[in-house]
């Protein structure tokens, strides 16, 4: 028997992750019983030090180093006692963002380079199918104008290298890619709904590195 399916959704903020995830799984969608979870975990929120560091909120900073173990534990922990039994027992998960926004966001404020996130990260578990959401700087910062804004994501060059970060992973991985500016909610709904319609079924699980994963 194949097993369930690990879907992934990212792409900046603003550009349209929650709207199509609460379309697809709509009452009368059938999408209703597809497993809802997000990244970062709620154990990374519940952080003092975290907060502190990236979320604009007062205290002691976390160092990014440290934040990439925690980030990493909190993962792995997530796979061994959520993820991979309930894929085990054929559930289906809609991923809000998973681990690529946090690349994104040490790419965006150059803290560290792809190819050192990529390794650090690599024994993370590889979706079956991660969709791009993208829109234009200029689109972005037009949605966020109404919007309470971290003080990085006014940075004009944070903003680039993050969404050159997601143009960088689309290729190595071969995501798929929709244009949510562009496209209105319903045709973009319709077109995750074909991509997801796509997935081969699959007992396999491989990691980030593309090996077959080892829990």
């Given at each position: 028997?194949?097993r369930?399916?690990?879907?992934v959704?990212?792409?900046?903020?603003?550009?349209?992750?929650?709207?199509?995830?609460?379309?697809?799984?709509?009452?009368?969608k059938?999408?209703?019983?597809?497993i809802?979870m997000?990244h970062p975990?709620?154990?990374w929120?519940?952080?003092q030090?975290?907060?502190?560091?990236?979320?604009d909120?007062?205290?002691?900073?976390i160092?990014d180093?440290?934040e990439l173990?925690?980030?990493?534990?909190l993962?792995?922990?997530?796979?061994k006692?959520?993820?991979i039994?309930?894929?085990?027992?054929?559930?289906?998960?809609i991923?809000?963002?998973?681990?690529?926004?946090?690349?994104?966001y040490?790419?965006?404020?150059e803290?560290?380079s792809?190819?050192?996130?990529?390794?650090?990260?690599?024994d993370?578990?590889?979706?079956?199918?991660?969709i791009?959401?993208?829109?234009s700087?200029?689109?972005?910062?037009?949605?966020?104008q109404?919007k309470?804004?971290?003080?990085y994501?006014?940075?004009?060059?944070?903003?680039?290298?993050?969404?050159?970060c997601?143009?960088?992973?689309?290729?190595?991985?071969?995501?798929?890619i929709?244009?949510t500016?562009k496209?209105?909610l319903n045709?973009?709904v319709?077109?995750?709904?074909k991509?997801?319609?796509?997935?081969?079924?699959t007992?396999d699980?491989y990691?980030l590195g593309?090996?077959?994963?080892?829990?």
């Amino acid at each position: 028997m194949s097993r369930g399916k690990l879907i992934v959704l990212c792409g900046i903020d603003g550009s349209g992750k929650t709207s199509v995830i609460n379309e697809l799984v709509k009452k009368d969608k059938i999408y209703t019983d597809y497993i809802q979870m997000k990244h970062p975990p709620k154990a990374w929120y519940e952080n003092q030090r975290i907060a502190a560091a990236y979320l604009d909120q007062p205290g002691e900073k976390i160092s990014d180093a440290e934040e990439l173990i925690i980030t990493h534990d909190l993962r792995k922990e997530e796979e061994k006692k959520e993820i991979i039994p309930l894929l085990r027992n054929n559930k289906n998960i809609i991923f809000h963002r998973y681990i690529f926004s946090l690349y994104a966001y040490h790419i965006g404020k150059e803290n560290y380079s792809l190819d050192y996130l990529s390794k650090f990260y690599a024994d993370i578990l590889l979706p079956d199918k991660v969709i791009y959401l993208k829109i234009s700087i200029d689109e972005f910062y037009r949605r966020f104008q109404k919007k309470e804004q971290l003080s990085y994501q006014k940075e004009k060059k944070y903003v680039e290298n993050v969404m050159n970060c997601y143009e960088t992973l689309a290729g190595l991985y071969n995501w798929s890619i929709i244009d949510t500016e562009k496209n209105d909610l319903n045709e973009v709904v319709r077109l995750v709904q074909k991509e997801i319609e796509q997935i081969v079924p699959t007992e396999d699980f491989y990691n980030l590195g593309k090996e077959l994963y080892k829990e």
